[in-house]
């Protein structure tokens, strides 16, 4: 069970926030922002965004983590009521280190799914448990789901959080991203 370990007022260049963090077992340093009053609410915009150091920070044109989170805050800022969820599991859940080992072997011609497998990790090691605690929390009774990931619809299959909808994060494609994004979409499922 989740509870909250401290809540601060976030202004952002995309509009106002309220940041939680929160304590659990494993002392995950997760973070959530909220728009407005998400407690007991139906249809509420929910982005769960997974951290990417290389594309959130610093801009990397190698996949359309940036953009997709830029596009959710946008998307979220224009609603009274929304949430963004922000988990610490870099690489799809392999870590910082060993994305950059990833990110080398797809110079080396692996796509990202290859790369993960040849490390010896499976296509996608991240978890949403965190989300779903985080949801629960604020009692939230349904969602509109920002995704393109089938994962992430699946987590919520037997959870008493419903998902009434979907909202799809487009993104254009770069020189860079196009083969990352065709990679998502052909061996993940992703839905663009």
Known sequence: MLEVYAKAALPTLYGEFEIYTFKNDEMDEHAVLVRGDPTGK???PVRIHSECLTGDVFGSYR????QQLVKSMEYLAGKDLGILIYLRQE???????????AYSL????????EANLALGFPVDK??????????EYFKVKSILL???NPK?????????VKIAGRIPILTDPTEYDKFYLETKRTKMGHKF
């Not at 690489?91 to 080992?101: E, F, M, V």
């Not at 991240?126 to 949801?135: D, I, N, S, V």
């Open 42 to 44: 139906e249809n509420v």
């Open 63 to 66: 996949c359309d983590c940036r």
């Open 126 to 135: 991240r978890e949403y448990t965190f989300a779903l605690e985080a949801l």
């Open 91 to 101: 690489g799809r859940g392999i870590g910082l280190l060993n994305k950059i080992k």
């Open 152 to 160: 992430k619809f699946d987590t919520f299959k037997d959870s008493d």
């Open 146 to 148: 920002m995704s393109n």
């Open 106 to 113: 797809q110079e080396e011609g692996y796509d990202t799914v």
